[in-house]
């Protein structure tokens, strides 16, 4: 190509894991299990952010001689991985609950402080007293260290308002921050997160579809984005047809249901979730095993989170099941004020360890898999033509040290469609 002009070259790397060439959606079964990589590889961004051609190292010096780059990356002795899609967070919110921390590991679970006015509730009041401005200005730095862990695309719910104005303006912060981070965001709505103080369930069940789904809908038709809709299908909170209501609403205006499910107690949500089509369900420690059939249907992704089974000593999700039985499993932070977790990698060696994930499988359900569940693997989750150029560059020959080297993984450089956003300090190499 002569005197042509691109964004970037990745020259030489050790290995650029490209997770898929072609252009599936998402990995299943034992196909999860195998990841395509490039030894000595390189690989070309175009102006546009996505990448234009990717190979070994020769064959793009010969069909490249005579290009210029804006900026030519020699990543000898680096590994190159796609940037981390974090499918489940709940980012926007203020009050912290760190004193719930001490009460959780003198044995109070999950529910008991929830019924003590503490967990959902606690950060319920704290963030409708907050302006937007003050919500922006707490999200932006969490979504600052999601990218310094190397994920380029997150999805993030509302649900700390349970009162329609809060829910809105918690939607317009996820909102307006995709303009002012560098990190692209999927949003959420989860106003059926809890039942506010003062209501019970089949009074909110009405409130969330008669008024805030109606509400919601004009937001977006405002030019708000919200792709999803959510709810905690919970006993004691949402139980099963307040749960299917409240989805088929969202779901009426266009929404894709994605929502919490299995959790604490087996709920028949995973059921559900095929009934409905849903594109998503999270958390399901308690699916059965009509559920994991049900999940088989559409497929609908299974959005697996460690940190929440490892924070309050749950029995993890059977991941293994689930992947043997065919369901796209995915992993994510649940980031929030109980899983205070923004490390995609470190939730990698969770799965890995707690639910018996093989490194290849925890990578996959990390970028290509997670980039499914959102809808947007045609774009992300993988290195390959026509994606954008999303990827982290790791202190390291071998792309597993990510995983391998807890807390502190070798993260030298983030880059965002083919620019850098990032590079750690801390690492000389």
Known sequence: ?????????????????????????FKTGLDMN??????????IVNFDGTIIDIGTDEEIDSKYANATFNETLIATGMSIIPGFVDSHT?????????HEFAMKLAGATYMDIHKAGGGIGFTVGHTRNSSEQELETLLLPRLQRMLQCGTTLVEGKSGYGLDCETEMKLLRVLHNARSKSKIEIVSTYLGAHSIPKGKNVTEYTHEVINEHIPILKELISNGISVENIDVFCEKGVFEIDDTRKILQAGKNIGLEINFHGDELNPMKAAELGGELSALAISHLEHISDEGIQSMLIRPTFAVLLPTTAYILRLTPPPARKMIEAGVPVVIATDYNP?????????VMNLACVLMRMSLNEALVASTLNAAGSLKKSDKYGSLS?????????????????????LVDPPILHVYKKGIRVYTNPNIIF
């Not at 109980?338 to 470190?346: E, Q, R, Y």
Request: charged share 15%; glycine share 4%; with cysteine.
């Open 1 to 25: 190509l002569k005197m042509s002009s691109f964004l970037l070259r990745v020259k030489n790397a050790s290995q650029i894991v490209a997770i898929t060439l072609s252009n599936i959606p």
């Open 34 to 43: 195998q990841i395509e990589i490039i030894n000595n590889g390189s690989m």
């Open 90 to 98: 709940h980012p926007v919110w203020s009050g912290d609950r760190v």
């Open 338 to 346: 109980n899983a205070h977790c923004l490390s995609m990698p470190f």
């Open 385 to 405: 033509k026509s994606k954008f150029g999303d990827f982290v560059v790791i202190a390291a020959p071998k792309w597993e040290h990510i995983v391998y080297q």
